[in-house]
């Protein structure tokens, strides 16, 4: 167990509709990171967050944003969903904002979501 | 701009045997290394992590790997393959907040 958490474990729903996917970090952290893995992507880093500011941009598009909260959970935020959108979504945190390689990220169990 | 290349998406061993998991990166600077796994319907997992301290890093599981820096690899090794070593095992490389992935390499263990 990471001690990073992520709700729902599974999302179905359908094109054109709008999710949320919540994550909770390690106690202490102050990083979260958002990652999308797919079959023909592989693993692609979003977004990252450190302390409530965003502080690093990766492939993510227009239709999704994220936020970080005052308690430092995070929401990601998927709208106008295609199928190509079915994927696990990850969410990992870790202690600092770019504190060079030493600053681990761990991982949460994730959550698929599948659109249908 | 930096990458990583996991050579070989599948790898099946017979269980004693030697493990090899390859991984050659690029980069401008020098890298921090990562290996993770990732086992079915789970996030992934940290195995171990080079920082510059040693060349031969150790880690969980019985994993180890090494820094090669004329060979720009970091080659992960088990010296004997066990059953619940099947897992998909992602190299990554760091340089402050660009963390890049490479595309994984399935693990399988015959019995």
């Known amino acids: 167990d990471s001690g990073v958490t992520q709700t729902p474990k599974h999302l179905i729903t359908a094109t054109g509709q709008r999710v949320t996917l919540r994550c909770s970090p390690r106690?202490?952290?102050?990083?979260v990171y958002w990652y999308q893995q797919s079959l023909d992507q592989g693993l692609q880093f979003l977004i990252q967050y450190y302390n409530g500011e965003e502080r690093a941009k990766g492939n993510i598009l227009e239709r999704f944003s994220a936020q970080q909260f005052p308690d430092l959970h995070s929401e990601l935020n998927l709208s106008s969903l295609e199928l190509g959108d079915s994927a696990l979504y990850f969410c990992?945190?870790?202690?600092?904002?770019?504190?060079?390689?030493?600053?681990?990220?761990?991982f949460g169990p994730g959550t698929r979501l599948t659109v249908l | 701009a930096q990458s990583v290349t996991q050579l070989g998406s599948h790898v099946s061993v017979s269980e004693g045997a030697l493990v090899l998991l390859r991984c050659n990166y690029s980069s401008s600077v020098p890298p921090y290394l990562f290996w993770y796994v990732q086992y079915p319907n789970q996030g992934l997992q940290l195995l171990l992590k080079y920082t510059s301290a040693a060349t031969l890093v150790k880690g969980i599981n019985g994993f180890e790997a090494e820094f090669k820096k004329s060979e720009t690899s970091f080659h992960l090794t088990k010296p004997s393959a066990h059953m619940s070593d099947a897992a998909e095992y992602f190299c990554a490389v760091k340089y402050n907040n660009d963390m890049r992935f490479g595309a994984g390499t399935r693990l399988t263990v015959k019995p």
């Open positions: 106690s202490g952290d102050l990083s």
């Open positions: 990992a945190s870790s202690v600092f904002s770019s504190g060079g390689g030493t600053d681990t990220q761990y």
